[in-house]
């Protein structure tokens, strides 16, 4: 049975923990001594008015809270909260990536939103199916928030017409003020996804997102807004709803009596709104009529036959929303330990699941030619395309102050479009980066120029030809004779071989904030060891089945840790360390006239049965799992390597040592 990484702690846990801060906080000496205080002013005064009225007292509680509410007592309260999880799961980030959403900053001037989900409504497409409910397995929720550095999850609930969101989040606000947030126009990104099993393990989909303005708060008059509103679904969906979600959201904390209140004019809010779509709107329409004519002019110089090739300027995210393609590109930078390289980063991209966005339909006509993920969305589900997976690479790579671009031509096998990112060096050398499997591939320097009818060596890599190349900054064409990647100069700079579209017009684009990765949740040793536990079960139980005994050597399955490791590395770092060393210890630990099999396979879940099924279909883990002999001992060694956004590299390694009968 899959263990799912990271759970979320349950409410009673998180509801027990804001408890515990909550009494420690009111039972400070400080904090003691304020509301003794208040206490005794409270007394004088109901002592007064039952004197001058004759009143029953009874309200004193009442009376209580209020005075603490207006001495700002609970405000101080709510400021020294500091939890290791909210109400619904994480953010981030701190030191490690993440942080908790009920984190309130000590400082009384730091303004939040106090965002809240109260109830799901109308998912009639995501009903419980009978197979689900009859299994040991059922899909799940899980809403994931966006706001500016912020980011938060909930906690997973089962998927329902009727599901049972109750989370809340605090989205920390700049400190500049309510001017400033009047005209700040970053929106709030909900993005809900499903989570369910299959044999790969889990997948996790989209199943709808919203944009949601907060600054209509600001106008409202508690700053209290209680709303409803439909998800949009994903493109490949057509965008049709799949349900309602009901969220409330006010500032936190609640102004003073005697202060300004955060209310402005709903007129001056809808202009400032209405402005900044016009602005938008005439960005876009001039940046298009840019375009148009830039690939007209490219078509016209360089022929019709150019216009064959794969220039993508334009692509269409999940909402099927349509962004220039630098959009989607943003350096980022992330929190130290997390990612420790250039090639560390290649290999936590590639660990994202591959999928392409398919809608109803035949596979050929069913395929969205260029549908690209937010970041967002992305992170969210874990899954995408090339694209998807080649945006994140090159942003990270960026980070790393590297010459970074995304590619998009075609691969030499089936000829179908493809993507990859390539990194420019100081002295001219080209190295081209596959974003769903981590490798490099060193691109011979060559120039059609001074080098026409050389014999050229095959190359390495996978690439066929290539359109376009672009990064946040530029977005440049092949105008090359010809478009096949051997024969390209990728002197980018030469205007004779590479069309640019002008940094000016490309400045203008907004880019795409990309939020900061967060931490791995996964205890990977507890994890390896279950798992372990787990497959010696399965296989035990098939030996059983064919009439087989089975025993299992502790001190072999000790021997092939190293060689986990080793693998990992080379797949991480592209470095090979410690095969020697293993294949003498293994050379040693064998018996004379035994004979060793080892069978190293590398997952990305931990699904324990899928697992199982995959290595006995495999030809040399068939043979281990069944093997027949004299002496047969086996031996299983599973270690998990996590990295950030709970994504991990699952090694394994069936071995079995036996004396031949035949």
């Not at 497959?535 to 000790?558: E, N």
């Amino acid at each position: 049975m899959e263990e799912p990484p990271g759970d979320v702690r349950s409410i009673t846990e998180r509801n027990g923990e804001l408890r515990e801060l909550i009494r420690s906080r009111v039972t400070s000496e400080v904090m003691q001594k304020k509301i003794k205080e208040c206490v005794e002013e409270l007394q004088v005064q109901e002592k007064k008015r039952r004197k001058n009225h004759g009143e029953e007292g009874g309200k004193e509680s009442n009376n209580l809270l209020r005075l603490l509410e207006e001495r700002g007592l609970v405000e101080d309260v709510m400021a020294g909260l500091k939890l290791g999880g909210d109400l619904g799961g994480r953010s981030g980030p701190t030191s490690k990536g993440e942080t908790s959403s009920y984190e309130a900053k000590s400082s009384k001037h730091v303004q939040c939103i106090y965002f809240q989900v109260l109830q799901g409504r109308a998912f009639v497409d995501h009903l419980t199916s009978v197979t689900e409910l009859l299994s040991q397995d059922t899909s799940t929720f899980t809403l994931h928030v966006y706001f500016r550095h912020q980011r938060f999850q909930s906690s997973a609930v089962p998927c329902s017409c009727e599901p049972e969101f109750k989370e809340g989040f605090l989205l920390e606000l700049p400190k500049e003020g309510k001017d400033d947030w009047i005209t700040s126009p970053e929106l709030i990104h909900i993005i809900l996804t499903r989570t369910h099993p299959n044999r790969e393990g889990t997948t996790r989909e989209l199943v709808g997102s919203y944009l949601l303005d907060w600054r209509s708060v600001l106008a409202s008059p508690n700053n209290k807004i209680n709303k409803s509103f439909e998800l949009i679904g994903p493109r490949a969906d057509g965008r049709v709803s799949p349900g309602v979600l009901t969220l409330q959201w006010e500032l936190f904390p609640h102004e003073r009596s005697g202060h300004d209140k955060l209310v402005i004019d709903k007129k001056i809010l809808e202009a400032q709104v209405s402005l900044e779509r016009q602005k938008e709107t005439e960005r876009k329409r001039l940046f298009l009529l840019y375009a148009k004519q830039w690939w007209a002019e490219f078509i016209a110089i360089r022929g019709p036959s150019y216009g064959q090739r794969l220039v993508k300027i334009f692509a269409e995210d999940e909402r099927g929303d349509t962004h220039f393609v630098c959009h989607y590109v943003s350096p980022v930078r992330v929190h130290e330990g997390l990612l420790e390289s250039p090639r560390h980063a290649a290999r936590f991209v590639s660990l994202f699941q591959y999928r392409e966005t398919v809608g109803v339909g035949g596979d050929d006509g069913a395929r969205f030619d260029g549908a690209w993920q937010s970041i967002t969305s992305f992170l969210s589900t874990k899954s995408g395309s090339c694209e998807d997976h080649c945006v994140l690479l090159c942003s990270l790579l960026l980070g790393y102050g590297l010459d970074a671009y995304v590619c998009i031509g075609t691969k030499t096998k089936c000829q179908l479009p493809h993507a990859w990112v390539m990194t420019i060096n100081g002295n001219g050398s080209v190295i081209f980066w596959e974003s769903l499997t981590g490798q490099r591939y060193h691109q011979s320097v060559y120039d059609p120029d001074t080098q026409a009818g050389t014999v050229l060596t095959p190359p390495s890599h996978p690439y066929r030809t290539i359109g376009c190349v672009f990064n946040h900054k530029t977005f440049y064409a092949n105008a090359q004779s010809s478009d096949n990647v051997l024969t390209c100069n990728f002197n980018i700079n030469k205007k004779s071989h590479w069309k640019r579209l002008s940094n000016e017009d490309v400045a203008t684009v907004q880019q795409l904030y990309i939020p900061p990765l967060v931490d791995s949740t996964v205890d990977h040793q507890s994890t390896s060891l279950r798992l372990e536990e787990s497959l010696k079960s399965l296989v035990a139980q098939h030996r059983v089945d064919c009439g087989l005994t089975t025993q299992y050597d502790p001190d072999l399955s000790y021997l092939l840790g190293p060689a986990l490791s080793s693998y990992e590395l080379e797949r991480r770092d592209g470095v090979s360390v410690g095969v020697e060393e293993f294949q003498e210890g293994i050379r040693r630990y064998v018996l004379e006239g035994h004979t060793f099999k080892g069978f190293p396979i590398q997952f990305n879940h931990f699904n324990a049965h899928n697992i199982f099924v995959t290595c006995l279909k495999s030809p040399v883990g068939g043979d281990i799992i069944g093997c027949r002999g004299d002496s047969v001992r086996l031996a299983i060694r599973v270690k998990v390597y996590p990295y950030p956004e709970d994504v991990q590299a699952v090694w394994i390694m069936l071995a079995v040592t036996y004396q031949s009968i035949l």
